[in-house]
T-cell receptor
Framework: DAGVTQSPTHLIKTRGQQVTLRCSPKSGHDTVSWYQQALGQGPQFIFQYYEEEERQRGNFPDRFSGHQFPNYSSELNVNALLLGDSALYLC????????????FGEGSRLTVL | AQTVTQSQPEMSVQEAETVTLSCTYDTSESDYYLFWYKQPPSRQMILVIRQEAYKQQNATENRFSVNFQKAAKSFSLKISDSQLGDAAMYFCAYRRRYNFNKFYFGSGTKLNVKP
């Protein structure tokens, strides 16, 4: 049973560029959430996707956007990258009608120079 | 707003000993869940234990147990018989009962296990 998979694992961008991160949820899961984890901090909720729509959003600017595809996989897009966007981006999946337990991927480490 | 505070940035324990990690939280909700997640160097967050706020009995999972004090808004994790594989970052997290995906995490406690 495949768990949550994310790609790429590491990437380096420069300020002003755009980045796309990808996530495949755990088999059978239909809901995907994205979290940003800055160095030495706990994860912070960015947004959640269910039925291909953004359902909830944390305190992040519009530069952060996402998408969910019919197969439940998801993308996180960040435009006009800032140095402060450097972080580990975690994808978590769950089942909308389940117990609410989140299953996390190993994350994508983004470095903005 | 919900906040989760972990006041111990780093702790150490001798192998086979017991250690307790502290967590406090702030919420105006009465129905919620609390979690402890472990994040090893591999970066993947792994659920350690979960506590429903409406349950008075403290949750237990093998060597891991919690001390849930609802009135004090305190949620500590006790690890018994510590093992080298327990070394990791530990995060306390909160979510409202019916808000499955929006978790609030603390800043984490790094646990070192000495052989």
């Amino acid at each position: 049973d495949a768990g949550v998979t994310q790609s790429p694992t590491h990437l380096i961008k420069t300020r002003g560029q755009q980045v796309t991160l990808r996530c495949s949820p755990k088999s059978g899961h239909d809901t995907v959430s994205w979290y940003q984890q800055a160095l030495g901090q706990g994860p912070q909720f960015i947004f959640q996707y269910y039925e291909e729509e953004e359902r909830q959003r944390g305190n992040f600017p519009d530069r952060f956007s996402g998408h969910q595809f019919p197969n439940y996989s998801s993308e996180l897009n960040v435009n006009a990258l800032l140095l402060g966007d450097s972080a580990l981006y975690l994808c978590a999946s769950s089942l909308a009608l389940g117990t609410g337990e989140l299953f996390f991927g190993e994350g994508s480490r983004l470095t903005v120079l | 707003a919900q906040t989760v505070t972990q006041s111990q940035p780093e702790m150490s324990v001798q192998e086979a000993e017991t250690v307790t990690l502290s967590c406090t939280y702030d919420t105006s909700e009465s129905d919620y869940y609390l979690f402890w997640y472990k994040q090893p160097p591999s970066r993947q967050m792994i659920l350690v234990i979960r506590q429903e706020a409406y349950k008075q009995q403290n949750a237990t999972e093998n060597r891991f147990s919690v001390n849930f004090q609802k009135a004090a808004k305190s949620f500590s994790l006790k690890i018994s018989d510590s093992q080298l594989g327990d070394a990791a970052m530990y995060f306390c997290a909160y979510r409202r009962r019916y808000n499955f995906n929006k978790f609030y995490f603390g800043s984490g406690t790094k646990l070192n296990v000495k052989p």
